[in-house]
């Protein structure tokens, strides 16, 4: 079955980027989305098709994917970004797939 | 606006049953495909099912293929999620989420419900 991999966690300063990978074979190919989940609350959208931002999503928020490696990167970064984040594609035999999730803190 | 509203989700033992609902409104839901998304508190999120927007596609996590069985009803604009022999490892808040896109597959999902917490244990 189709994995990604992203790093359990990510530290960054306020004001500055923050970026966070999801990593699979031949990412590149397919469309990757990126949620925010914070505690006790439901997934938000953040990224879709890769690069595109739903109504609503801070331009902050940005998109990337490529050969192996998607990226979601976060510029300047605020404290209520500390949060769980989760990259997202499809894959026709697996279905969907999740990444286990990438804890970002905002020292 | 969009809502999505799970129910449904209750405690039930190893092997038994339970049906949930998700009540969608604020779009036209035939024109979307749905997801069934899982998460136990403290893990990851766990992608559970698709429906395509005419109901025609569907597709299933291992973990649960056999057992669980995704529908939708367009004139009560409702998502269904039949578990069928249920085991501990079932337990997990479930959400009801919308695609993007109406295809078969998942575009993002741009809208989740608040979840339903199923407790599968004896």
């Known amino acids: 079955s189709y994995e990604v991999t992203q790093p359990p966690s990510v530290s960054v300063s306020p004001g500055q980027t923050a970026n966070i990978t999801c990593s699979g074979e031949?990412?590149?190919?397919?469309?990757v989305s990126w949620y925010q989940q914070r505690p006790g609350q439901s997934p938000v959208l953040l990224i879709y098709?890769?690069?595109k931002r739903p109504s609503g999503i801070p331009e902050r928020f940005s998109g990337s994917n490529s050969g192996n490696t998607a990226a979601l990167t976060i510029s300047g970064t605020q404290a209520m970004d500390e949060a769980d984040y989760y990259c997202?594609?499809?894959?026709?035999?697996?279905?969907?797939?999740f990444g286990g999730g990438t804890q970002v803190t905002v020292l | 606006e969009v809502h999505l509203v799970e129910s449904g989700g209750a405690v039930v033992q190893p092997g038994g049953s339970l049906r949930l609902s998700c009540a969608a409104s604020?779009?036209?839901?035939?024109?979307?495909?749905m997801h069934w998304v899982r998460q136990t508190p403290g893990k990851g999120l766990e992608w559970v099912s698709i429906?395509?927007?005419?109901?025609?596609?569907?597709h299933y996590a291992d973990s649960v293929k056999g057992r669980f069985t995704i529908s939708r009803d367009s004139r009560k604009n409702s998502l269904y999620l039949q578990m069928n022999s249920l085991r501990t490892e079932d337990s997990a808040f479930y959400y009801c989420?919308?695609?993007?896109?109406?295809?078969?597959?998942?575009?993002?999902?741009?809208?989740w419900g608040q979840g339903t917490l199923v407790t599968v244990s004896s």
């Open positions: 989420a919308k695609d993007t896109a109406g295809f078969r597959d998942a575009r993002g999902l741009d809208y």
């Open positions: 604020g779009f036209t839901f035939d024109d979307y495909t």
């Open positions: 429906i395509r927007r005419d109901g025609t596609y569907t």
């Open positions: 031949q990412l590149g190919d397919k469309y």
């Open positions: 098709q890769d690069n």
């Open positions: 997202q594609t499809w894959d026709s035999n697996t279905g969907v797939v």
